[in-house]
Every structure is written in structure tokens, then in C-alpha cells.
């Protein structure tokens, strides 16, 4: 059956060992490295372009990548805790996925994070898969201000500020697609990159995934087993139009139930973000963006499991979703990086056309609300150092008259976003085994953010490479051993 349960006659037209389904950061990886084998044909789909790098390479450009041909262009339910508001829900559209439009920011976890996840997934277990082929480093060390906030932030004592890595090679973005699929790597006989493609559905026969779906009717086989890469909002969909998710939930939107797994978009985490906009100083920085520089870390009053408040310093204003637009100057960045409001991804209908019905659940918990004043206030008491005073003016986002807890919740509350950083859809040890199989359904594996059992206090590409790394081990196990 197809999705919707409509009858329809599908034509498989190839076969290959594996099939991989998101071209992402993590389908990059998993792709190039299971290809290393020769005897194994491995097939990678993506639904964007195969070829972004000539409107993604420059590193300043990210800003104006949103929205594009290149991003999914989601937009989320209303969000509850922020009065109703819908926000925009960038997800890259292209091989390396969100790894070719975001800022490029590639920070680890600290080890507290990952020790708190399963046996096989802790700091020690992920330690040798990070970074894999990607060759971040910090930005050359010229702009002052940075430096000076670095400094500022360290002086204090209470928090740990760093010129962060950049996934910046050369002077140009490096997507995991740059680093996984090069030339070479593309050239490899047993392994095929079909771009501008779209999955429709998982096939799904007798409780064991053969293959994918793909528009017009046509489908591909796979003798081992698919690798479901779409990331932490397309996999979970996926699934839901495949008919693994929640019973009632499938049976309402009129999509044939193949397992009953209420797992399935549960679980849903991101970084709301919000922040302070202050006016250029009399030293204002150089014409044009330049991806965040620096992070800072810190505890809030409610943390546990590690530092949940990051502070990211750049010279992009922050315009919050439904506010009058602000003047340009600098940003520091506020974010809750190990949040406790949840959400969830769900169907909006059994066509695939239909985009997910998206809830991140931004704010529904009150102790994030208050991370947020606690980061703001500390955000605030650095930019006063007066070594900032030559490239810092005014404060002009919410304004230095929003001087309580109670006015800066209330600032929150209306002038929050979201960092676009989705994780823990599709859970290990509740959607996903500890080998990263769908419970319920054999040959079937989900690699990507979706699978984090928990949340890191970091931007979390540099999580999903080492996940990926990590997991294409275990596969390579699994088919050596069979």
C-alpha cells in the first residue's frame, strides 16, 4: 500500500546492499564510509541539490542561506510559550543538509553530556569518531572585540570563553559533504548519489524494511538494509508516512499501521534562543557578516547534566520573529543548550507532500524561561567591562529600561527563537535500539540527530559526525559478522 493506503503499482527498478536515505551530515558520512568496501553497493538519496558548494562556500554568506532553494523552509505549529508565535525552521535541503547553510559552528559536548547517555554512546565510546575528515579550526584572531570579550568573560571567573572551531577550510565552508563526498570519494563504482530525489516512503513487508519509494511509482531495493539519515524533523516523518509511529495517531491521518511505536516523534528537543542587540561603538567591525567567533558557558541556577546556558558573541543583530526590525550592531547570543521543554514532529496528513507538523515546544517548561533571564543578566554584566566601551554602544534590544526578572521574562517570552537545533525524535532505547535499529522493524536504522538520547551543551554537528562515525562502525560490524 501506499501512503494514505491508496493502491498503487511500484516498480522496482534497482537494487543495492544499502540505502541511504538524507544526504546530510550524517548520510555523508555513513555513505562515504560504508563505501570504502567495494563488495557493497550503497545508494545515497537526497531530496536538494547535489551541488551547493558555489552558493554556500563563502563563510559570510550564511545569514542569507535561509529560506532559499537549499532550506526546507518549515515553519513550526504555534508555539505555546511564546504567545502563539509560529516561527520559521531552517533545515538544509542539499547534500550536506544543515551542514551547507548553518554557521558552521563545530563545538563538542562537554563529557558530562555524553557520559549520561547509554553504555556504547558515552565520551569514551564517541572520543576517537569526533571531528572524523572535517578540519575545523578557530577564525585568524583579528577582530578585537572578540578578543576582548573572550577576555572579559574568562576575567570573571565563573565561565569558560573560547574562540570556538569553524568547519572553515581555506577560507571556505566545509560541509560534510565537502569533507565525506569528495571527487574520489564520489567516483567509487559501488557507490551512487542520486540527487533532486525525493523518498516518499519506507516499503515495509511483514514487519521488515525492503526499500524506499520514490515519486512516480518507482522503488529501490535494498538486500541489507536502509539507513534513514533525513535528520531529526525528516526521519521521523518518514516514518510516520511509512506507518511506524503511534497506532491512533496513523490510523487518524489514514496511513496503514506497519508498527505500533509511540516513540516516534516524541521527544522532540531544540535551543530556544534569544539575545541582546547592542549599537556599534565608535570602532565598529568591518562591512559585512562573519560567522560567531566565540562561546562561553555557563550553569544556571537549575542545571544538571552538565552547563546549560551558552553565550555566542557576532556582528548580526538579532531580529526576533514578530518584532520591529532592529538596527544593525552586535549580538550576544542566549541560548538554553540543555533545555527541558520538549515537543514533538507529527504527520499534518498521510501525503507526502505535506510538510511535518512541527513543535519543538519552545519554552513550555518555565526553568528554561528562567535560564534565559539568568544568561541575559550575566550577558549584560560582561558588555559592561569597560574595555568593551570602543565597540560596544547602547543597548538597543530589549533596552537597558528592562531592568527586572520579571521585564526580562516577559522579553523572553515574546522575543525567542529558535537556534534550529532539532534533536531526540526518534530516542536511543525508545524509538531506536542501542545499535540504532527501529524497534519493530527489521533492516531498518536511523542515523542522525534524532537518535540523541539526550541533549549537548554545544551546537550539535560535531555530536551527529561522531554519532554517524561511530554507527557506520557498527554497521560494518553487523554485515561482517552475518
Not at 559552528?105 to 553530556?113: A, F, Q, S
Not at 564517541?126 to 572579559?152: E, S
Not at 511509512?242 to 535551543?271: F, N, W
Request: glycine share 10%; aromatic share 6%; charged share 20%.
Amino acid at each position: 500500500m501506499a501512503a494514505g493506503g491508496a493502491a498503487a503499482t511500484v516498480v522496482v527498478m534497482e537494487r543495492f546492499d544499502v540505502v541511504v536515505v538524507g544526504g546530510g551530515t550524517a548520510g555523508s558520512v555513513v555513505a562515504s564510509r560504508l563505501s570504502e568496501d567495494p563488495a557493497c553497493s550503497v545508494l545515497l538519496i537526497e531530496a536538494g541539490t547535489g551541488n551547493p558548494r558555489d552558493a554556500v562556500q563563502d563563510p559570510n554568506i550564511w545569514p542569507r542561506l535561509r529560506g532559499t532553494g537549499l532550506d526546507w523552509r518549515f515553519t513550526t505549529v504555534p508555539q505555546e510559550g511564546l504567545h502563539g508565535l509560529r516561527l520559521p525552521y531552517p533545515r538544509g535541503k542539499a547534500l550536506g543538509g544543515s551542514s551547507a547553510i548553518n554557521a558552521m559552528m563545530h563545538i563538542r559536548g562537554v563529557p558530562e553530556n555524553y557520559d549520561a547517555w547509554p553504555a556504547g554512546w558515552r565520551y569514551a565510546d564517541l572520543l576517537p569518531y569526533f571531528d572524523g575528515l572535517v578540519r575545523p579550526a578557530p577564525l585568524p584572531p583579528d577582530n578585537p572585540f572578540f578578543a576582548t570579550l573572550v577576555d572579559a568573560l574568562n576575567d570573571d571567573g565563573r565561565y569558560t570563553a573560547i574562540h570556538h572551531d569553524l568547519a572553515i577550510v581555506d577560507g571556505k565552508r566545509q560541509s560534510a559533504a565537502d569533507a565525506y563526498l569528495t571527487p574520489e570519494v564520489l567516483a567509487r563504482p559501488n557507490l551512487t548519489v542520486r540527487a533532486d530525489t525525493l523518498v516518499l516512503r519506507l516499503i515495509i513487508e511483514n514487519g521488515a524494511c525492503r526499500g524506499v519509494e520514490l515519486a512516480g511509482g518507482v522503488a529501490v531495493r535494498a538486500e541489507r538494509e536502509v539507513i534513514l539519515s533525513a535528520g531529526a524533523i525528516g526521519s521521523p516523518h518518514l516514518l510516520l508516512l511509512s506507518g511506524v509511529g503511534p497506532a491512533d495517531e496513523l490510523r487518524a491521518a489514514g496511513v496503514p499501521v506497519e508498527a505500533d511505536l509511540p516513540a516516534v516523534g516524541r521527544g522532540l528537543q531544540d535551543h530556544a534562543m534569544t539575545g541582546l542587540n547592542y549599537a556599534y561603538g565608535p570602532n565598529p567591525p568591518a562591512a559585512g557578516y562573519r560567522p560567531p567567533e566565540i562561546t562561553a558557558l555557563l550553569r544556571s541556577s537549575t542545571a544538571a547534566g552538565g552547563p546549560d546556558v551558552q553565550l555566542t558573541a557576532m556582528s548580526v543583530p538579532y531580529q526576533p520573529a514578530g518584532l520591529p526590525v532592529v538596527a544593525p550592531g552586535s549580538l550576544v547570543a542566549v541560548s538554553v543548550v540543555l533545555p527541558y521543554s520538549t515537543g514533538r514532529v507529527t504527520l499534518a496528513g498521510a501525503d507526502p507532500g505535506l510538510a511535518p507538523r512541527i513543535d519543538p515546544g519552545l519554552l513550555t517548561d518555565v526553568r528554561d524561561v528562567s535560564k534565559l533571564v539568568e544568561g541575559l543578566q550575566t550577558a549584560r554584566q560582561v558588555m559592561t567591562d569597560p574595555r568593551l566601551t570602543a565597540w560596544r554602544g547602547p543597548e538597543t534590544l530589549p533596552g537597558p529600561w528592562v531592568d527586572t526578572p520579571d521585564g526580562l521574562a516577559s522579553f523572553v517570552r515574546h522575543a525567542t527563537g529558535t537556534y534550529w537545533h532539532p534533536y531526540g525524535s526518534l530516542r536511543m532505547n525508545a524509538a531506536v535500539d542501542l545499535d540504532l535499529r527501529v524497534r519493530g522493524v527489521t533492516g531498518l536504522r536511523v542515523v542522525d540527530a534524532s537518535v540523541f538520547p539526550g541533549g549537548v551543551s554545544a551546537n550539535p554537528n560535531a555530536t551527529v559526525l561522531a554519532v554517524a562515525e561511530r554507527a557506520a562502525d557498527l554497521i560494518r560490524t553487523a554485515a561482517s559478522s552475518s
